[in-house]
T-cell receptor
Framework: NAGVTQTPKFRVLKTGQSMTLLCAQD?????MYWYRQDPGMGLRLIHY???????AKGEVPDGYNVSRLKKQNFLLGLESAAPSQTSVYFC???????????????FGPGTRLTVL | AQSVTQLDSHVSVSEGTPVLLRCNYS??????LFWYVQHPNKGLQLLLK??????LVKGINGFEAEFKKSETSFHLTKPSAHMSDAAEYFC??????????????FGSGTRLQVQP
């Protein structure tokens, strides 16, 4: 099991460029998440998905779009990158279920994005 | 609404001495609480979790945390620090609301330094 993987690991963009970050999980998890991590702010939720074909906004969704065409993949898109989107992006996934044992999220290694 | 406060942004200890990382939370619902660790340029790894069973929770690498409802705290401790413990630690609260939706909130992180 590879767990949660993210590509690419690093990327530098110029303002206005677009790109897509890919998250893949091989654990058959229903829920998937995209977070951004900025110094002194912990992780903040951008978008999430509760299943194939469904997505929802999180805490900081502006400037990002997502798609979940396949259960195992969750894509994060930046249509027109801005310097404020310089951050480390983490993807996570978890099993569906209301029991507290399903609360744990499994994280990918992160993508470090710099927008010049 | 729920929130998590990590009371120290930086903690420095000597190798072999105890570690205490403090976390307070607020929640209108019965929470699940987690501690995650992030080593430099790595993803987040689950250290331990509290899910309404025993209030003293043991995790990996000798860490443990005690859930104290009366103090709304979930402090992380380790009897003897090791150099490999140097990392950033995040306290996380998860609650399931009346709607069935589960919300995850991250603290801002505590950077642990271990001096030789």
């Amino acid at each position: 099991n590879a767990g949660v993987t993210q590509t690419p690991k690093f990327r530098v963009l110029k303002t206005g460029q677009s790109m897509t970050l890919l998250c893949a999980q091989d654990m058959n998890h229903e829920y998937m998440y995209w977070y951004r991590q900025d110094p002194g702010m912990g992780l903040r939720l951008i978008h999430y998905s509760v299943g194939e074909g469904t997505t929802a906004k999180g805490e900081v969704p502006d400037g990002y779009n997502v798609s979940r065409l396949k259960k195992q993949n969750f894509l994060l898109g930046l249509e027109s990158a801005a310097p404020s989107q310089t951050s480390v992006y983490f993807c996570a996934s978890r099993l569906i279920g209301l029991a507290s044992s399903y609360n744990e999220q499994f994280f990918g290694p992160g993508t470090r994005l710099t927008v010049l | 609404a729920q929130s998590v406060t990590q009371l120290d942004s930086h903690v420095s200890v000597s190798e072999g001495t105890p570690v205490l990382l403090r976390c307070n939370y607020s929640s209108s619902y019965s929470p699940s609480l987690f501690w995650y660790v992030q080593h430099p340029n790595k993803g987040l790894q689950l250290l331990l979790k509290y899910t309404s069973a025993a209030t003293l929770v043991k995790g990996i690498n000798g860490f443990e945390a005690e859930f104290k409802k009366s103090e709304t705290s979930f402090h992380l401790t380790k009897p003897s620090a090791h150099m490999s413990d140097a990392a950033e630690y995040f306290c996380v609260v998860s609650v399931t609301m009346d709607t069935g939706r589960r919300a995850l909130t991250f603290g801002s992180g505590t950077r642990l330094q271990v001096q030789p």
